[in-house]
């Protein structure tokens, strides 16, 4: 059997467990926000688009339709929302659609796949650049962006939670309080109290307004803020008591994680020199005495054995994460 055959069905037969083992995670994924959501409302959540650009009485007027188009006879329609979708809403790239999103991926792609065949490469390296341009380098990317997003959130919404305190005990209205933060706060604070502001100006109860953003930023300290708006409204307690405990445990939260990851710092270093140290020790060897290398990178046992090596490493690097990645 040719090498290059045997390589890429050693690509494809990895390709397929890594896809079969990420699509669980993500099932296991969406299947944990549903019931985070359902404990806040009992109810699946109705589409609405993020479009910053678009004044925000013109915004309100195209929420209005698109729920006049979706209303059926107990109000709003639901209807189920793509894990794509989903993902696109929390990196703050609503405005890109599915199909916009996958003409990206398979533009990059073919680009790598070009790069790599007038470069030179071998038919399994041409073919792996170009399952990676098309899948792992976009998903990579609005993965980062999502994270990065959320972070930025997370670090602001305490700050915004006390200033809606202040605001309240000066004796403003609830949505007066919301707006204000909007306008004060800036980055994914600001844009998702805007679109809570929105959604109110339309008719939407306070209480589904903030469940859509604990949809479009699934953390729990958004889902907490959703959950105590809700009991707010239907137990007529003090919303401005409830916003200030609010605030008092996420910031006791963020002191947790930030100690969390100060006390895991030296397993993480540690992991991060065990899984380089094979990768610059082989190069290292390949630049000083590249003959001594040469039965790795061009007999059939000493690809088998270089392949086997990656594949192995792989999953140890897989499993120290697993075992260093310590959730607050």
Same mark, same amino acid.
């Given at each position: ?62 929420? $209005? ?45 073919? $680009? ?25 380098? !976009? ?48 980055? !994914? ?140």
């Amino acid at each position: 059997m040719p090498t290059g055959l045997i390589l890429l069905l050693v690509f494809i037969a990895f390709l397929v467990i890594g896809g079969m083992a990420g699509t669980l995670y993500l099932l296991n994924l969406n299947e944990k926000k549903k019931r985070n959501l359902q404990v806040i409302s009992g109810q699946t959540l109705s589409e609405f688009e993020n479009d910053k650009n678009v004044h925000p009485s013109k915004r309100r007027a195209n929420m $209005a339709k698109r729920l006049q188009k979706e209303g059926d006879d107990d109000g709003i329609k639901t209807r189920k929302i793509s894990p794509l979708v989903s993902l696109l809403r929390q990196a703050g790239w609503a405005h890109i659609s599915p199909a916009k999103f996958w003409g990206i991926s398979i533009g990059l792609g073919i $680009a790598l796949i070009l790069i790599t065949k007038l470069s030179g490469q071998s038919l399994p390296v041409v073919i792996m650049s170009g399952a990676v341009g098309a899948f792992g380098l !976009p998903r990579f990317i609005l993965n980062f962006r999502t994270n990065r997003r959320q972070k930025k959130f997370l670090a602001e919404f305490p700050d915004a939670l006390e200033s809606m305190v202040r605001l309240l005990k000066a004796g403003m209205p609830v949505g007066e309080a919301i707006a204000m933060v909007s306008r004060e706060f800036t980055g !994914p604070v600001g844009e998702e109290m805007s679109k809570v502001y929105d959604e109110q100006k339309i008719g939407i109860s306070l209480a589904e307004a903030c469940l859509h953003a604990a949809e479009r930023m699934p953390i729990t300290e958004m889902q907490m803020f959703a959950t105590g708006i809700s009991i707010q409204q239907q137990t007529g307690s003090s919303l401005s008591e409830i916003l200030l405990n609010l605030a008092k445990v996420i910031r006791a939260r963020f002191r947790l994680k930030r100690k969390v990851q100060a006390l895991s710092a030296e397993a993480k270093a540690s992991a991060m020199i065990i899984g380089a140290l094979p990768i610059f020790v082989g190069l290292g060897m390949t630049v000083i005495n590249p003959d001594y290398m040469y039965p790795l990178y061009y007999t059939l046992k000493g690809k088998y054995m270089l392949w086997g090596a990656i594949g192995w490493m792989t999953c140890g690097i897989l499993i120290m994460k697993q075992m260093i990645n310590f959730r607050v």
